[in-house]
């Protein structure tokens, strides 16, 4: 029912690798933002895509980068994975001009 | 900064009864407020906006919620209860200010009891 995908739903990963994480938005969604959203609390903003390019960044250190692509697609990649970057992380996109934001069903990075 | 708080980790009600969530915000300008559902182990669902306009707000799921500037507070009601609505309940303002972001509150779990 959602219009936006995330893959893969979950992952296990080693401390000191890194991970890429992936989001197929709807058409015409050229707004993306993503969330980490550690258990027990809300989303934290991560930074957002507009047109491709980065136009809001979170309190994330740079080892949290993100890509858009033309056909709305989007991906976050972290490097040098810590144990405290366990998490849901949320793609959320809506259109130019709205307000409102349709999110994905998340994946769940754990690292071990 | 702008910022949301919900002042309640979880608010219990009875099926049939009327439920308010709460929430208090802080903002510069004019404020952008939201709200937004979670179920388990699914992604958000948008609920309702304010952005300007009419105090009450009706959105998705029989939910509304109520603009009141004075106290600063966007509280989310429905005014009877579904076990269904059992869920994670999130407010949530956008911020336009040193880039554009939408800040979460730390959510609400509610229970409805049969």
């Known amino acids: 029912e959602t219009g936006v995908t995330q893959s893969p739903t979950h992952l296990i990963k080693t401390r000191g690798q890194q991970v890429t994480l992936r989001c197929s938005s709807q058409s015409g969604h050229n707004t993306v933002s993503w969330y980490q959203q550690a258990l027990g609390q809300g989303p934290q903003f991560i930074f957002q895509?507009?047109?491709?390019?980065?136009?809001g960044r979170g309190n994330f250190p740079p080892r949290f980068s993100g890509l858009q692509f033309p056909n709305y697609s989007s991906e976050l990649n972290v490097n040098a994975l810590e144990l405290d970057d366990s998490a849901l992380y949320l793609c959320?996109?809506?259109?130019?001009?709205?307000?409102?934001?349709?999110f994905g069903s998340g994946t769940r990075l754990t690292v071990v | 900064a702008q910022s949301v708080a919900q002042p309640e980790d979880q608010v219990n009600v009875a099926e049939g009864n009327p439920l308010t969530v709460k929430c208090t915000y802080s903002?510069?300008?004019?404020?952008?407020l939201f709200w937004y559902v979670q179920y388990p182990n699914r992604g958000l669902q948008f609920l309702l906006k304010?952005?300007?306009?009419?105090?009450l707000v009706k959105g998705s799921y029989g939910f509304e919620a109520e603009f009141n500037k004075s106290q600063t507070s966007f509280h989310l009601k429905k005014p009877s209860a579904l076990v269904s609505d059992s869920a994670l309940y999130f407010c949530a303002v956008r911020d336009d200010t040193g880039g554009f972001k939408t800040i979460f509150g730390a959510g609400t779990r509610l229970f409805v009891k049969a």
């Open positions: 959320a996109s809506r259109t130019e001009g709205g307000y409102g934001y349709t």
């Open positions: 304010y952005i300007t306009g009419d105090n």
């Open positions: 903002v510069s300008g004019n404020p952008y």
């Open positions: 895509y507009y047109r491709e390019e980065e136009n």
